[in-house]
T-cell receptor, first 118, second 114 residues
Framework: AQTVTQSQPEMSVQEAETVTLSCTYDTSESDYYLFWYKQPPSRQMILVIR??????QNATENRFSVNFQKAAKSFSLKISDSQLGDAAMYFCAYRRGGFSGSARQLTFGSGTQLTVLP | KAGVTQTPRYLIKTRGQQVTLSCSPI?????VSWYQQTPGQGLQFLFE???????NKGNFPGRFSGRQFSNSRSEMNVSTLELGDSALYLC?????????????FGPGTRLLVL
């Protein structure tokens, strides 16, 4: 079974600074997708960024970027120029490629609570 | 386009009762997934429906069931509620449930079992 590990339950960052959240995963699959979701106090899960395992280039979305190390099974999220609105719980998630069975579900890590200090 | 909606947003039930939660996906989305979120177990997959058929089920007891209607709206039912069923239940929709598709989440239904 696939597992996703987030070893940092809490992190804090000063406004305008950069922070990196860590995530490792375990899988024997070669075709999979990785995601970072943000869950603010409203509890609505919002997709931050995604990475296809077959792509070597790291995904970037504005101030958010990932460091995808396939061999090490590591998928960290870097937030640049942190803003107060970035404060939330961040979840790393994995999804197997394909069309059936467990390919149809996300496996989440335990989350990292990010605090942004003014 | 309206997002994923879930009703009700909050529920209080007592042990032994049953509950039904509803999820309306984004228009045009045919896949609906359900997740349970608790402080102890985190986010866990319950089941996924596509075109009225359950395509995948997580490791939950048979007290947890669901269904999907022809308009893609989905309901999940929990019978004989236990205290441990207190959780935030999240629904997510995507076009067809394929692995590369983004899943869009609703605001959740918070269930408290007393």
């Amino acid at each position: 079974a696939q597992t996703v590990t987030q070893s940092q339950p809490e992190m804090s960052v000063q406004e305008a600074e950069t922070v990196t959240l860590s995530c490792t995963y375990d899988t024997s699959e070669s075709d999979y997708y990785l995601f970072w979701y943000k869950q603010p106090p409203s509890r609505q899960m919002i997709l931050v960024i995604r990475q296809e395992a077959y792509k070597q280039q790291n995904a970037t979305e504005n101030r958010f970027s990932v460091n995808f190390q396939k061999a090490a099974k590591s998928f960290s999220l870097k937030i640049s120029d942190s803003q107060l609105g970035d404060a939330a719980m961040y979840f790393c998630a994995y999804r197997r490629g394909g069309f059936s069975g467990s390919a149809r579900q996300l496996t989440f890590g335990s989350g990292t609570q990010l605090t942004v200090l003014p | 386009k309206a997002g994923v909606t879930q009703t009700p947003r909050y529920l209080i039930k007592t042990r032994g009762q049953q509950v039904t939660l509803s999820c309306s996906p984004i228009s045009g989305h045919r896949s609906v997934s359900w997740y349970q979120q608790t402080p102890g177990q985190g986010l866990q997959f319950l089941f996924e429906y596509f075109s009225e058929t359950q395509r995948n089920k997580g490791n939950f007891p048979g007290r947890f069931s669901g269904r999907q209607f022809s308009n893609s709206r989905s309901e999940m039912n929990v019978s004989t509620l236990e205290l441990g069923d207190s959780a935030l239940y999240l629904c997510a929709s995507s076009l067809s449930g394929r692995a590369w598709e983004t899943q869009y989440f609703g605001p959740g239904t918070r269930l408290l079992v007393l």
